[in-house]
Nanobody, 117 residues
Framework: VQLQASGGGLVQAGGSLRLSCLAS???????MAWFRQAPGKEREFVAS????????SYADSVKGRFTISRDNTKNTMYLQMNSLKPDDTAVYSC????????????WGHGTQVTVSS
């Protein structure tokens, strides 16, 4: 499975962006997730969603502001980001096939999100 994230950009604080992650084929049965990495920091978990979308999980730092979703008919996962803060600035990457805590079998290249104050 190849994953391609898109939708990043430059936005002012308080603004919104929607990221997309397109899978090369159906990620059947896979839990998928978003991670982010800011300059000089370790990669951190943002959100995850189970295959049928019934189970979602969020980092405390994004709860209430970000929403993860997926459309399996389009092989695409989304991350709606609202009320963005400068601390959300990072490269956002998507992943599929959870193999352990914060461990995934497939990773995509990231998309840059920059939030200006």
């Amino acid at each position: 499975v190849q994953l391609q994230a898109s939708g990043g950009g430059l936005v002012q604080a308080g603004g919104s962006l929607r990221l997309s992650c397109l899978a090369s084929r159906r990620a059947i049965g896979y839990t998928m997730a978003w991670f982010r990495q800011a300059p000089g920091k370790e990669r951190e978990f943002v959100a995850s969603i189970t295959w049928r979308g019934g189970g979602t999980s969020y980092a405390d730092s994004v709860k209430g502001r970000f929403t993860i979703s997926r459309d399996n008919t389009k092989n695409t996962m989304y991350l709606q980001m609202n009320s963005l803060k400068p601390d959300d600035t990072a490269v956002y990457s998507c992943a599929a096939q959870q193999t352990g805590p914060n461990a995934y079998g497939y990773w995509g290249h990231g998309t840059q999100v920059t939030v200006s104050s």
